[in-house]
């Protein structure tokens, strides 16, 4: 398998504008997780999905946050309007969703929003 | 709720130098532990880990020991490359309450001069 594939692999957008992240989780993993890496807030947990339901999302931090999984091998991320305040990297991790399994994570998406 | 807390970084090292990197968590029950390591520019990736008490992971000359007295699970390496300068996270999943959503603690960063 390729592993966790996330697209792109860098986005620089203009204040307001729409974007949207793309994964793509390893085949068989039911467990699927968003999250967001900056130097003040290090790992942040976005959102999580099981067997492509969203789970718990309390980590979305606003409206303007919107992830789906419209079926299990894909999922989107997507940001309307974006702010400078969200330029971080955004990963995605899938799991196998069982004990002492471990997280495979992306490469992730460098937002910068100007 | 579950947490990982670990020590703050920069750790600086010279090449051939003693590594630990402190972690302790809070939990209920008996979490699986982690240790990954985020390399400049990637997600992160798994390094070791151990599912129950007084395991021991072990990887790349990393190793780790499930310590449930003192709930920790340090990090340490006998004699650091220049290589392993990268981010390492301590992370902890649950064994119970039906959703295997990961902890991550901040990550700290190593540095590695020749």
């Known amino acids: 398998d390729a592993g966790v594939i996330q697209s792109p692999r860098h986005e620089v957008t203009e204040m307001g504008q729409e974007v949207t992240l793309r994964c793509k989780p390893i085949?068989?993993?039911?467990?699927l997780f968003w999250y967001r890496q900056t130097m003040m807030r290090g790992l942040e947990l976005l959102i999580y999905?099981?067997?492509?339901?969203?789970?718990?999302d309390s980590g979305m931090p606003e409206d303007r946050f919107s992830a789906k999984m419209p079926n299990a091998s894909f999922s989107t991320l997507k940001i309307q309007p974006s702010e400078p305040r969200d330029s971080a990297v955004y990963f995605c991790?899938?799991?196998?969703?069982?004990?002492?399994?471990?997280?495979?994570f992306g490469q992730g998406t460098r937002l910068t929003v100007v | 709720g579950n947490s990982v807390t670990q020590m703050e970084g920069p750790v600086t090292l010279s090449e051939e130098a003693f590594l630990t990197i402190n972690c302790t968590y809070t939990?209920?029950?008996?979490?699986?532990l982690f240790w990954y390591v985020q390399y400049p520019g990637e997600g992160l990736q798994l390094l070791l880990k151990?599912?129950?008490?007084?395991d021991k992971g072990s990887n790349k000359g990393f190793e780790a020991t499930y310590r449930k007295e003192t709930t920790s699970f340090h990090l340490e390496k006998g004699s650091v490359q220049v290589s392993d300068s990268a981010v390492y996270f301590c992370?902890?999943?649950?064994?119970?309450?039906?959703?295997?959503?990961?902890?991550f603690g901040r990550g700290t960063s190593l540095i590695v001069h020749p």
């Open positions: 991790a899938s799991t196998e969703d069982r004990l002492n399994t471990e997280a495979f």
């Open positions: 085949s068989g993993h039911n467990s």
């Open positions: 999905f099981n067997n492509n339901v969203p789970i718990d």
């Open positions: 939990a209920t029950g008996y979490p699986s």
């Open positions: 151990a599912t129950k008490a007084d």
């Open positions: 992370a902890l999943c649950p064994s119970s309450g039906g959703s295997y959503i990961p902890t």
